[in-house]
């Protein structure tokens, strides 16, 4: 039981400061690589935006025949707006969002972000706790670790669906705006992930450090992690409801 208290142990603080340094020293991927991916599929969204707002043109324009409403009218000027908006500005307005998010995140966590220091504690905690004890917070220590990563890389990849697909839902909305706003919803979240996990991460730290009790310490380090993981679907709704 001692031997694999320490395996999971181990494993869970070697995670723990991975995930925290690789989110905190910049070197998930970010707005280039998101960047090269969106010039790679760009003739795809080209030629799909045009399908898109040629279509959307045509049964607008039916509508507003059958109709002959001026609210139809407006809805497919505002349309053709929001597509050459989206197709001039949405990955640039995205972007520049981005990196004032991931620099708030920097300024908050600070120049000495204490990762070091937030795992030698933890791993202190688990070698002084109970064994039983430290093998169960260590795999629940493991799955939030898990949960904070999973959330990491899905930021990335909404972020270039949301960057990608934003011209085309821009193009669609002339019939109709619902799936726009939820891209702009996801939109909001994921640029304000960065300055949310920082506050949760700097409160989490300090709440740690300050701590002495083994079990404490643990269940806060893996609170940690799980409650940054839930930023991202807290910071959609809350964007949501606002909108």
């Not at 620099?103 to 966590?109: A, D, E, P, S």
């Not at 000495?112 to 002084?128: I, L, S």
């Given at each position: 039981m001692e031997q694999a208290a320490q395996d999971f142990a181990q494993t869970y603080v070697a995670l723990f400061a991975w995930s925290w340094s690789w989110w905190s020293g910049g070197?998930?991927?970010?707005?280039?690589?998101?960047?090269?991916?969106?010039?790679?599929?760009?003739p795809i969204t080209r030629w799909s935006t045009a399908a898109a707002l040629a279509l959307g043109i045509v049964g607008a324009g039916v509508t507003l025949v059958?109709?002959?409403?001026?609210?139809?009218?407006?809805?497919?000027?505002?349309?053709?707006?929001?597509?050459?908006l989206a197709v001039s500005a949405a990955w640039l307005l995205l972007a520049s969002a981005w990196a004032l998010g991931d620099?708030?995140?920097?300024?908050?966590?600070g120049r000495?972000?204490?990762?070091?220091?937030?795992?030698?504690?933890?791993?202190?905690?688990?070698?002084?706790a109970d064994p039983i004890v430290a093998l169960s917070l260590s795999i629940v220590g493991?799955?939030?670790?898990?949960?904070?990563v999973g959330v990491l890389v899905a930021r990335v990849v909404l972020a270039v669906l949301i960057a990608a697909g934003m011209p085309v839902l821009a193009?669609?909305?002339?019939?109709?705006?619902?799936?726009?706003?939820?891209?702009?919803?996801?939109?909001?979240a994921v640029v304000a992930f960065d300055p949310l996990a920082a506050l949760v991460y700097r409160v989490g730290h300090a709440v740690?450090?300050?701590?002495?009790?083994?079990?404490?310490?643990?269940?806060?380090?893996s609170?940690?992690?799980f409650m940054a993981a839930g930023m991202l679907p807290l910071a959609a709704r809350v964007s949501g409801s606002v909108r």
């Open positions: 070197d998930e991927p970010g707005v280039s690589v998101i960047g090269q991916v969106l010039s790679a599929v760009r059958v109709r002959r409403r001026g609210t139809d009218l407006a809805a497919l000027v505002l349309g053709v707006s929001r597509t050459v620099r708030m995140g920097g300024w908050i966590v000495g972000n204490g990762v070091t220091e937030f795992r030698d504690h933890v791993a202190r905690a688990a070698a002084q493991l799955a939030c670790c898990l949960t904070f193009a669609g909305s002339v019939l109709g705006g619902g799936p726009l706003r939820i891209a702009g919803t996801w939109a909001v740690t450090m300050r701590a002495d009790e083994p079990v404490v310490v643990l269940m806060v380090a609170v940690t992690s």
